[in-house]
Nanobody, 125 residues
Framework: QEPLVESGGASVMPGGSLRLTCTVS????????IGWFRQAPGKEREGLAS??????TVADFVKDRFTISVDSAKNKVYLQMNWLEPEDSAMYYC????????????????????WGQGTQVTVSS
């Protein structure tokens, strides 16, 4: 069983919303830092948001539109995305990292060791 599985990607119109789900298996979601990232063809990977008990981080360039949350009972982490734009089209990934301090849970991809396979988001009219 894969430790991290993303779902919820779809094709939507500009201005639409999506909620992505990261289903975590093999460890309690509250014991590791969970992050959301995206990568579009030909572009660098971008860190979007991260969450760990007591702290959340959302990148400045999406903070007005994206929200990260966790359902500990279901062992899932969500990325709510509103007011989607064509520039948001990308493969979206969740990943996990072991951190010692909550403040270390951020969107720096280098600290993440486990990655999901990704879910595709396409925003187009």
């Amino acid at each position: 069983q894969e430790p991290l599985v993303e779902s919820g990607g779809a094709s939507v119109m500009p201005g639409g919303s999506l909620r992505l789900t990261c289903t975590v298996s093999g460890f309690p979601v509250d014991t590791e830092c969970i992050g959301w990232f995206r990568q579009a063809p030909g572009k660098e990977r971008e860190g979007l948001a991260s969450i760990y008990p007591g702290t959340t981080t959302v990148a400045d360039f999406v903070k007005d539109r994206f929200t990260i949350s966790v359902d500990s009972a279901k062992n899932k982490v969500y990325l709510q995305m509103n007011w989607l734009e064509p520039e948001d089209s990308a493969m979206y990934y969740c990943a996990s990292a072991i951190v010692v301090r909550a403040r270390s849970c951020d969107t720096w991809a280098g600290r993440y060791r486990k990655w999901g396979q990704g879910t595709q988001v396409t925003v187009s009219s």
